[in-house]
């Protein structure tokens, strides 16, 4: 029997086990926005922005096992998609796109809402097609969803041109796909496994460092297996956090820009680093030669060949699934039984301990404003630490990335490499719609919340009850710490004016929203509002915080990880917080 | 360093743009760039002429892989290779000229492929290095017209890039 392009679109979906599909409809996609809704097998979630559809899928899936999906129209629909798209690309977040496009006779013609959706993505995609045959239409779908999820992940778009939509063909979904030009790195070379025991065996400062590739290969449990078996400290990531548990004595925290004191000192001091599915990106490594100072021997597991010794030489590659290389690496290490010196092993931990004593993360809450790194604290207790949190980018991220102690993986979801602001709210939907029964939060400031907060009414309308914890410093917090520090305090067009009442915003959209100006209501206000009472509402906190806060440690650009800017209280002059001149804050 | 690379890449629509993009993206540079099918029909066999250090060079080649519709890459310079590109140059051919610039084609082994009253045009073929040098040994002022191929490469002997 012969059905339509849309018809297939809609049972390829499910085919693919597809849940929700993130969407807004236009055009172009008017057939396959018909075949929607005489099915019911998968659900369509009606955003108020396409940018906040690609991220409620990528929400969805970096808080699930899943692909994302999201459907958009072409032109602005798949223009305004462009950013979700950059966002997960950056990340390496598995998801499918699919977009509208004019009918083929017209591409090329500058029709009405035509753009080369092909072309403007194609920096920032794992793959895209631009299918023009009804015939191809299936297997594209296949393809699409292999390519997504398999090797390093990342969005594919597929482009569908509304005559495609329209033409009639039998349907066959592929039982499998293979592509020959395609394929993804599989377990890992026993030799170069074999080397990277043996130079464990050896290591007198062992560290490991675990990014988010440790997250996407749902590998988490053999890292943890590594770290104890090894008994060696271990740092997370921002993309990694969760990896391995927060609270666990052999985390020394996050490293990188905004890393704690111990992890950096860590990174920069050890002599031999196991780097699992983690990139050296700049954030974490700000100048390769400074980390290399220190001779260090480096292991580097990573699925994606170009991501070794794209920043850093390093000794030892193993590419391959990292769930894969690490079961074989345990496997060898409790065969030969490797141990590391223990003498030598006591005193690296000694060193450690040094390190962590002063404590870096350390700030003090007094009784008149309310310090965001405070909210996060208490926002962690309430929780029990069991939350989802999303998060947008500025301070307030980083805050959320250093106090709240992540213990399990996919419990953190926010935009490293692309660092969108406007992510944390949608993202927070689409977890809540893949995790009904968890408690979704989204820590996010003044400034992102409103880059996609029309996404309030969307969360009504599907009854995702996230919360927000706005960290409200009436600042582009994090632009200003920058120009504090770096421009001589003029704060240009950091300052964040005429925010709107966010209670009656909240309200305004049907939700519930408060107000929190004190320390002292701070942990009450979080106790009533994440109580069961609540369980079923949006609910949007909008604490006043301080507005000089910076965010520390902090590696500056350009130096190297020993060469942190540290909180007051551990700067050599004495600290206090006295020692820094403001300027005129509004 | 100057490096050859040989590429086997789906042969399908916008496929080339990938390659393209991404050295644009990435910053890499492109010397030249040839690109046609092979005897089978669904593959195409590309040749870049890029230039930076062997850091530089091993991304490329990684990022090219990481391509989807890339199915093999090889750096022809790890080897003994074979390289030519073809040129065709027209130049102006009067008076004693015309004789002097059929000795020159003749000394580069060039062919004379269309012949005016005033003109020649010939094709030269040969490594990049030797269709400069012929440019070089010619009076600029009687060059009217050059057309580069860029240069296609191959391995020698058994060493050979198929699926
Ligand atoms: C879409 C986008 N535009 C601009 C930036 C640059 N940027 C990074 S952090 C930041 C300030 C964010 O302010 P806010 O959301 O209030 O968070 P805070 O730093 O105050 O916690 C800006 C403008 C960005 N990351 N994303």
């Given at each position: ?24 409809p ?26 906040a ?26 223009t ?6 950059a ?37 920032c995609?794992?793959h ?7 015939n191809e ?66 290591a ?14 749902d ?22 956090l ?72 390093v ?57 965001p ?32 102690k992540?213990d ?12 969108t ?9 689409g977890a ?39 960290l ?11 120009q ?30 408060v ?72 | ?39 089978d ?6 040749t870049?002429?890029?230039h ?29 290779h ?22 020159m ?21 040969g ?16 060059i ?20």
């Open positions: 029997m012969k059905i339509s392009g849309a018809e297939i679109v809609a049972r390829c979906l499910q085919e693919e086990g597809v849940e929700f599909v993130f969407g807004y236009g055009g172009a996609v008017l057939e396959i926005y018909d075949a929607i809704f005489q099915q019911d097998k998968f659900k369509h979630v009606l955003v108020r922005h396409e940018q559809a690609v991220h409620a899928a990528d929400g969805y899936s970096r808080s699930s096992k899943k692909v994302g999906v999201a459907l958009v129209t072409s032109g602005p629909g798949a305004n998609a462009v950013t979700g798209i966002t997960a690309y950056l990340d390496s977040i598995p998801m499918v796109v699919i977009s509208g496009q004019v009918a083929t006779p017209a591409i090329g013609l500058d029709a009405f809402q035509e753009v080369d959706m092909v072309g403007i993505t194609r920096p995609v794992k895209n097609f631009l299918v023009r045959d009804v239409l299936a297997e594209t779908f296949k393809k699409a969803f292999y390519i997504a999820q398999t090797g390093r992940p990342g969005p594919v778009v597929i482009d569908i041109p509304k005559d495609v939509t329209q033409a009639m063909t039998e349907f066959n979904y592929p039982e499998s796909v293979s592509i020959r030009s395609y394929v993804p790195a599989g377990r890992g070379h026993p030799g170069q496994i074999r080397k990277a025991v043996s130079l464990i065996s050896e007198k400062r062992p560290f490991i460092y675990v990014g988010g590739g440790a997250v996407l290969a590998a988490c449990e053999e890292v943890r297996d590594l770290v104890r078996l090894l008994n060696a400290p271990c740092t997370n990531t921002l993309m990694g969760g990896a391995y548990p927060a609270t666990d004595r052999q985390f020394v925290g996050m490293l990188g820009m905004h890393g704690t004191y111990e992890a950096n000192m860590a990174m920069q001091n050890c002599d031999v680093l196991i780097a699992v599915g983690a990139r050296f990106d700049d954030r974490v490594v700000s100048v390769p030669e400074k980390f290399l100072a220190v001779p260090k021997k480096i292991i580097h597991i990573d699925i994606d060949p170009s991501s070794i010794a794209k920043r850093v030489k000794d030892i590659p193993i590419v391959g699934n990292v769930k894969d290389v690490l079961h074989e690496m345990l496997a060898l290490i409790r065969q030969t039984n490797v141990h590391i010196d223990s003498i030598a092993l006591e005193a690296w931990w000694q060193q450690i301990e040094e390190w962590r004593k002063p404590n870096s993360l350390l700030y003090v809450q007094d009784q008149e404003i309310i310090k790194q405070y909210v996060v604290e208490k926002l962690w207790e309430v929780t029990n630490g069991q939350a989802i949190i999303t998060s947008d980018v500025g301070q307030h991220q980083m805050f959320a990335a250093q106090y709240y992540f399990r993986p996919k419990q953190w979801i926010n935009s490293g490499g692309l660092g602001m406007g992510f944390g709210l949608p993202a927070a939907m809540q719609l893949a995790n009904p029964d968890a408690t979704v939060a989204c820590i996010t400031g003044e400034a992102s919340i409103q880059m996609n907060i029309q996404e309030l009414s969307t969360c009504k309308q599907y009854h995702t009850p996230v919360k927000i914890v706005n409200n410093n009436r600042y582009l917090g994090m632009v200003r710490q920058w504090e520090f770096f421009y001589g305090n003029r704060y240009s067009e950091s300052y964040m004016d005429a925010l709107p009442d966010f209670v009656k915003l909240a309200e305004a959209y049907g939700h519930v929203g107000r929190v100006e004190k320390p002292a209501d701070v942990e009450p206000v979080l106790k009533e509002f994440f109580s069961s009472k609540y369980k079923e509402r949006l609910v949007f906190f909008d604490f006043m915080t301080d507005q000089k806060v910076n965010v520390f440690p902090m590696v500056g650009n350009g130096k190297g990880l020993d060469e942190m800017d540290l909180p007051p209280h551990m700067r050599n002059n004495g600290g206090g917080d006295g020692d820094r001149d403001y300027g005129n804050l509004c | 360093m100057r490096h050859i690379l040989s590429i086997l890449i789906e042969n399908e629509a916008g496929a080339l743009s990938r390659v393209v993009g991404l050295f644009s993206a990435r910053g890499y540079n492109i010397d030249s760039l040839t690109v046609s099918t092979t005897e029909a669904t593959l195409s066999r590309m870049i002429v890029t930076g250090s062997d850091d530089v060079i091993e991304q490329i080649t990684k990022q090219l892989n990481k391509l989807i519709e890339v199915v093999k890459v090889i750096d022809l310079n790890e080897s003994d074979i390289e030519r590109e073809m040129m065709l140059i027209k130049v102006r051919a009067t008076g004693k000229d015309r004789e002097e610039m059929k000795r084609a003749d000394i580069f082994r060039g062919r004379i492929i269309d012949v005016t009253e005033k003109t020649y045009t010939i094709e030269l073929t490594t990049s290095e030797k269709l400069g040098a012929f440019i070089e040994a010619l009076d600029r002022t009687v009217l017209e050059t057309v580069r191929t860029g240069a296609s490469g191959i391995g020698r002997g058994e060493r050979i890039l198929k699926i």
